[in-house]
């Protein structure tokens, strides 16, 4: 058997701070008595955005993290802080693995090559070779049903059918790290519903797992413990019961659809991790 990647994440005191140079000093009074959102300072005349304040945590090899907390609470930027494309402005972070980010499903697409080549394009974003993405490509075709299609320019596609290209390819990488934004809980149930395995399977072979999401039944299926942010700070980390049962004020395992109750008992990763 092949050793384990060393895969993990280490984020120690790490702040994130947006100046803002061109914000309107009439209407900050405003904002600063906004309920969400970061804290707004300032440095001189400058207003600052604390998006993310004093965060620490450690993940490892098999860790799959829901984050929750409301709107500007920080779990964006944190992902960008996860992948390493934001430095912290002041702690230090550590990062040893190959991160797929998939923040917005679609990102990195051009709408004047094909289907095909978009495939490649993303799947190299995403951290892998070309020879592997060339070996998926007909998996990928026949997971999208968008047969000739694929050899159309990407500005001839539905809404919908770029969905299929973008979950398509996100869904065949192989991740050490993935993050995932809200995003792909944004596409339309039906075709969620034939993703769902891919999704799973997914999740199942990269090594840690971050995902923001505010469902109940996704976080449940994915995730085994979650963090929940509030004002750019990390206000609970734990599992997933307990966090989202104090977040929200009731346990997720008891508001799930009996189709996710049904699956996430027969689930080779998860059965068991609902019961604690
Ligand atoms: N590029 C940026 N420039 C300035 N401020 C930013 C930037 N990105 C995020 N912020 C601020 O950082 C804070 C956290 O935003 P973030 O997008 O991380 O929240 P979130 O938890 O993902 O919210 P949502 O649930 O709405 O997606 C907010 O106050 C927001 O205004
Ligand atoms: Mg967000």
Redesign the pocket.
Known sequence: MRPQPMVSIDVWNASVD?P?FDAKSRSLKKLALGKV??KIGAEGRVPI?E?LHDINISLRHGDRVGLV?H???????LLRLLSGIYEPTRGSSRIQGKVAPVFDLGVGMDPELSGYENIMIRGLFLGMGRKEMEKRVDDITEFTELGDYLSMPLRTYSTGMRVRLALGVVTSIDPEILLLD?GIGAVDAAFLEKARDRLNDLVARSGILVF?NHSDDMLVELCNTAIW?DE?RVKMHGSLREVVKTYKGRDPYEHLNAATLERIGQSPVLSGNGGE
Do not use: D, H, L, W
Request: glycine residues 34%; neutral net charge.
């Open positions: 947006f803002i959102g970061g955005i998006a907390g709107n500007g609470a920080g779990k964006s930027t809200e923001a942010m750019g």
